[in-house]
Each structure stands twice: as C-alpha cells, then as structure tokens.
C-alpha cells in the first residue's frame, strides 16, 4: 500500500513550457486534491476532486488545469509555466470518516520556473 | 472566505517539556478538524483529528477542541527533538480543506 504517489520529484521549467504532474493514490478514495505550498502562505488548494468524473476549482486555479482519470489518477497541468508558478505541490487524497473526511498527502512536487 | 489562524512562531521548548499549539477557525460550519505534522522539505503527516467537544488523546498528543470559541489545539506531552517540526492546523467544510500556515516548534535538548 504506497498511499499517494506523485512524480516527478523535481522539475525545472523555462518561461512558457508546459509539463504535466501526475498523482495516483491506491487507497481506494473518491477525492483527490492539488495544494500549493509556498513560504509563509500555508497550504493553498489549486483544485479538487470530489468523485471520478467531475473537478472544481479552489482558491488559486489561474494557470493550471487537472483531469481526473480514474478514481485512481489525478493529474495537474500547466500550459504556459510562469515563475510565479513556482512552488512545492501536494497531491492528496481523502476519505469519509465519521462526520467528516481524513486527507492524506503525497510526498510533493518540488518545482522552479526560471 | 473561511481562514484558519494560527501563531508562526517559532515556539521553542526543551525537551521533556509540554508544548501547546493553538489555532482558531472562522466558519462555524465546520465539522472536523486536524492537526498535521510536517519537517523541512517533507510532506504534511495527519497526527491527530478530532470531531467534537472536549479533548482526544493519542499516545503523547491530545487534542482540544472547543466549537463555540470556535478553538483547536495540540498539546504534546513530553517533547522530544524529534517533534521539531511545523504544525499545521486544517479545518473540514463539506469536503475541502483549509490549513492555517502552520506553527514552527523547536524542542531544545
């Protein structure tokens, strides 16, 4: 059971590139999440899952899309890359317990932009 | 907007010491919440939840929870250097998540 996985571990981009990171999960769970770490910001969440088929936006979504695709997959795009872009990224992943959800993270994404 | 607010720090003890970590919530809504555990360069570790009033404790962590001061905190008993560490506080609406930005705790030895 290797809970959440993402990859790549390190990425560096050039202004405008584009690049994909991919998270997969294997706990069986409906949501899955994309979060942006960056000093003194806390955790910021990019988008969510909430079951296969569908996706939201949360608080910073400008500049990246996601597709969900499978209950297992749960990947996060950016088209045109920006320094401001970059950033640590967490994937995680959720499931229902008693009144509420236990999220449970991946080990990161850590990513420059120059 | 839904925030959740808690002390930077840094909060340092020495060891064998309590540490007490406190976080505040503003939506009323919420139904559960959690403390994660995260060093340097790793990600968020889930340590404690907790759902309803009172205290839940969990080997040397307890965990209070007060929803009509719309209060959580953390309570590490016996601090050892292996619980420096940032400690993030989050809060479950619905099925999102917030997390405040987190208390940094230095246990001195």
């Known amino acids: 059971n290797a809970g959440v996985t993402q990859t790549p571990k390190f990425q560096v981009l050039k202004t405008g590139q584009s690049m994909t990171l991919q998270c997969a999960q294997d706990m069986n769970h409906n949501s899955m999440y994309w979060y942006r770490q960056d000093p003194g910001m806390g955790l910021r969440l990019i988008y969510y899952?909430?079951?296969?088929?569908?996706?939201d936006k949360g608080e910073v979504p400008n500049g990246y899309n996601v597709s969900r695709l499978n209950k297992r997959e749960f990947s996060l795009r950016l088209e045109s890359a920006a320094p401001s872009q970059t950033s640590v990224y967490f994937c995680a992943s959720s499931e229902a317990v008693g009144l509420g959800y236990e999220q449970y993270f991946g080990p990161g994404t850590r990513l420059t932009v120059t | 907007q839904k925030e959740v607010e808690q002390n930077s720090g840094p909060l340092s003890v020495p060891e064998g010491a309590i540490a007490s970590l406190n976080c505040t919530y503003s939506?009323?809504?919420?139904?559960?919440f959690f403390w994660y555990r995260q060093y340097s360069g790793k990600s968020p570790e889930l340590i404690m939840s907790?759902?309803?009033?009172g205290d839940k404790e969990d080997g040397r962590f307890t965990a209070q929870l007060n929803k009509a001061s719309q209060y959580v905190s953390l309570l590490i008993r016996d601090s050892q250097p292996s619980d420096s560490a940032t400690y993030l506080c989050?809060?479950?609406?619905?099925?999102?998540?917030?997390f405040g930005t987190g208390t940094s705790l230095t246990v001195i030895p």
């Open positions: 907790i759902y309803s009033n």
């Open positions: 939506d009323r809504v919420s139904q559960s």
């Open positions: 899952s909430a079951s296969e088929g569908t996706t």
């Open positions: 989050a809060v479950n609406t619905g099925n999102q998540f917030y």
